[in-house]
Antibody, heavy 122, light 106 residues
Framework: QVQLVESGGGVVQPGRSLRLSCAAS????????MHWVRQAPGKGLEWVTV????????YYADSVKGRFTISRDNSRYTLYLQMNSLTAEDTAMYYC???????????????WGQGTLVTVSS | DIQMTQSPSTLSASVGDRVTITCRAS??????LAWYQQKPGKAPKLLIY???SLESGVPSRFSGSGSGTEFTLTISSLQPDDFATYYC????????FGPGTKVDIK
């Protein structure tokens, strides 16, 4: 069965960096686009970024463009999110999510991880 | 950017009730709309995609309809497991979620 397990969250000071990971299993990772979606405490959902199945195409929400970088290692079945210049507004649960479209991305999500919490605070 | 709204923001209902949640897009998104259910402390779960297609394994009491700018999620007979927050999401242009509708016990 599909499993997505995020890690790397924690408490970080404003302006610092953090790298999240998402370990995937139960499907052929290299054939699906993957996303990061976040949810601030008590708030709604916000799509953050997507990477194509082969890593060649990446798109970002305006709120993180230029600060966050998505990447993937298909040999390791792992998705990453490098987050730089963090601010309090980045405090959220970060979910990795699988796109259902084979060799493409549709921007909706059929499987989600359990999330990893990032808290930006001094 | 495409903005999404949902109504109501909170809905109080009883087991067995028919429940309808409305989602509106700021511009036409054709049928590129999904619905998710989220319970406290859990990740969202996909219920409906392409406005009316039921995700595999989701009970048939859930249904979706609409196109263009107005969409609805209907639960035909509310079950105890259905008390949760529901989000719509457009994926016509990147992705935007609605603010959510919390369904709680009357």
């Amino acid at each position: 069965q599909v499993q997505l397990v995020e890690s790397g969250g924690g408490v970080v000071q404003p302006g610092r960096s953090l790298r999240l990971s998402c370990a995937a299993s139960g499907f052929t990772f290299s054939t699906y686009g993957m996303h990061w979606v976040r949810q601030a405490p008590g708030k709604g959902l916000e799509w953050v970024t997507v990477i194509s199945y082969d890593g060649t195409n990446k798109y970002y929400a305006d709120s993180v463009k230029g600060r966050f970088t998505i990447s993937r290692d298909n040999s390791r079945y792992t998705l990453y999110l490098q987050m730089n210049s963090l601010t309090a507004e980045d405090t959220a649960m970060y979910y990795c999510a699988k796109d259902p479209s084979l060799y493409s991305h549709s921007y909706y999500f059929d499987y989600w991880g359990q999330g990893t919490l990032v808290t930006v605070s001094s | 950017d495409i903005q999404m709204t949902q109504s109501p923001s909170t809905l109080s209902a009883s087991v067995g009730d028919r429940v309808t949640i409305t989602c509106r897009a700021s511009q036409s998104i054709s049928s590129w709309l999904a619905w998710y259910q989220q319970k406290p402390g859990k990740a969202p779960k996909l219920l409906i995609y392409k406005a009316s297609s039921l995700e595999s394994g989701v009970p048939s009491r859930f249904s979706g309809s609409g196109s263009g700018t107005e969409f609805t999620l209907t639960i035909s007979s509310l079950q105890p497991d259905d008390f949760a927050t529901y989000y719509c999401q457009q994926y016509n242009s990147y992705s935007t979620f609605g603010p959510g509708t919390k369904v709680d016990i009357k």
